[in-house]
């Protein structure tokens, strides 16, 4: 049976980044950096991706990355989660990664380039975001046609709520051109791109819009690999982002429990009420659940298991709803503090809501779920 306990190296991995977060991300500043126009923490992401080495974990060691796997992504994720860091590391270090690691020997197009800009982004030089909708949901079958490229090799067209787009220097597009599907690299300065900024929910995780005008691209595979490729993307995404949903749910209810210890009325700790004890433990008790969903996700994603859209499909369903009821629980049994700007509370209420749609929603992985096991699909 898969060994789903964090290893000693997850463990210290783990130590590593919630330090450098607690040092370089705490809320105040990331308040601070909300109210600004530039909402990632460049200098952090670059010290996570580079220094840290957290942007080369899921690529091998012959890609110029550490040869490590998507089970040590998950628990830098969950750390980014705990902390809401506004860092690029899901469009970057998972999409954009992920799908570059699928065209290794790409077909029509340049396997090359592939290998150099993976290699860019694991050595944490360069950050790339793929450009599909945040609400793409794995396994749906389809490719998307929003851009065109033509005979030249330009693209045409629009993509909206780009996560992470806004950070990235490379843009990973999915595009149909007269040979079917591929992917093409566009650098983020070409002359015929625009890039909108779009109001997110989530303050800490931009979305934007693309257009592309006849926008000069390089196509790193064809219709073989594409298809696949994005496929693959977007199953690891929606597994990983499972992780970060427990780490925003860990996080919501350790500082509610903190402040239901501290704050007194009538004379008692808040958190000596029978009441508030039980809605403590079934939210613990659910966090337990959400850990074991996530880090089976993970573990299939890492080790290539069949079993891998299952896995997703049950962490990302549960995982989804349990970040939104453990933050709503945090806003809600932290009074009226919970409520204003100045408490963080309302950044990870934002960020669970956000996080509840991207990669697919609850309700669609239950759907899919459904599907891959041969039962009725969820009525509602």
Known sequence: MTDLLYSEIEEELRASVRALLADRCPPENTLARCETGEPYDRALWQTLARDLGAASLAVPEEAGGAGASVREAAVVLEELGRAAAPTPYLGSAVLATTALLALEDADGGDGAEAAKLLASLAGGERTAALAVPLSAMPGTGAFPAAVRADSAGTLTGTVTSVADAAAADVLIVPAEGRDGPGLYAVEATAAALAVVPRTSLDLTRPVADLTFTGTAARRLAGAGQAPAALERALLTGAGLLASEQLGIAEWCLTATVAYLKDRRQFGRQLGSFQALKHRLADLWLEVV????????????????????????????SHCGELAVRAAEECVQLHGGIGMTWEHPAHLYLKRAKADQIAL????????????????PAPVG
Do not use: F, Q
């Open 360 to 375: 697919g929603t609850p309700d669609r992985h239950r759907a899919a779920l459904a599907a891959l096991v041969d039962l």
């Open 289 to 316: 659940g959400a850990r074991a969903a996530a880090r089976y996700a993970a573990d299939t994603l890492a080790t290539g298991d069949p079993d891998a859209p299952v896995a997703v499909a049950v962490a990302a």
